[in-house]
T-cell receptor, first 112, second 113 residues
């Protein structure tokens, strides 16, 4: 099976812009979780989607949002970008959210 | 709030030696504990996991132990090889929802040839 794919792999944006990142889970997986990885804060949980519903959300401001489509693909959106949003954004998929999570390669976002 | 502490932050071993990484979690309801290996430029790769109803699990050169009473779990790598060099992360589920993980700060393992 193909692994988790994320697009784009790299993005450069300027402050105030918005960005949309995409994640395609492993075939058959219905749960997608998003994480932010930075050198200072490490890996932090953003939110998780299952069957197009957000089941849980981490401690991030409302500028961070996401959605999941009927084919389980997921997108996350960050509006009004700040310098501190520069990070590696990772998505992970699992069968039903209660089991093993498999990560994609991530999208490296740089905010200038 | 929920927290996972991971030690050491860096670990250097000679090829063939063993490496041990330790984590402590705070949420007594946590019941799922995965370990991930992250190489430069890649996403974390699941290498082994354990659930709270099991005290130890082994997969070839890698083993994980869990002490629920002390809220400790550890990763053991035996017969280390240069390709084991990477950053290792422990994680614990938040409550009994294993889809929500809180991660340790990572251990950079260097295996010297």
């Amino acid at each position: 099976k193909a692994g988790v794919t994320q697009t784009p792999r790299y993005l450069i944006k300027t402050r105030g812009q918005q960005v949309t990142l995409s994640c395609s889970p492993i075939s058959g997986h219905r749960s997608v979780s998003w994480y932010q990885q930075t050198p200072g804060q490490g890996l932090q949980f953003l939110f998780e989607y299952f069957s197009e519903t957000q089941r849980n959300k981490g401690n991030f401001p409302g500028r961070f949002s996401g959605r999941q489509f009927s084919n389980s693909r997921s997108e996350m959106n960050v509006s009004t970008l700040e310098l501190g949003d520069s990070a590696l954004y990772l998505c992970a998929s699992s069968l039903e959210g209660g089991g093993r999570q498999f990560f994609g390669p991530g999208t490296r976002l740089t905010v200038l | 709030g929920e927290n996972v502490e991971q030690h050491p932050s860096t670990l250097s071993v000679q090829e063939g030696d063993s490496a041990v990484i330790k984590c402590t979690y705070s949420d007594s309801a946590s019941n799922y504990f995965p370990w991930y290996k992250q190489e430069l430029g890649k996403g974390p790769q699941l290498i082994i996991d354990i659930r709270s109803n099991v005290g130890e699990k082994k997969d070839q050169r890698i083993a994980v132990t869990l002490n629920k009473t002390a809220k400790h779990f550890s990763l053991h790598i035996t017969e280390t090889q240069p390709e084991d060099s990477a950053v290792y992360f422990c994680a614990a589920s938040i409550g009994d929802s294993s889809y929500k993980l809180i991660f340790g700060s990572g251990t950079r393992l260097l295996v010297r040839p």
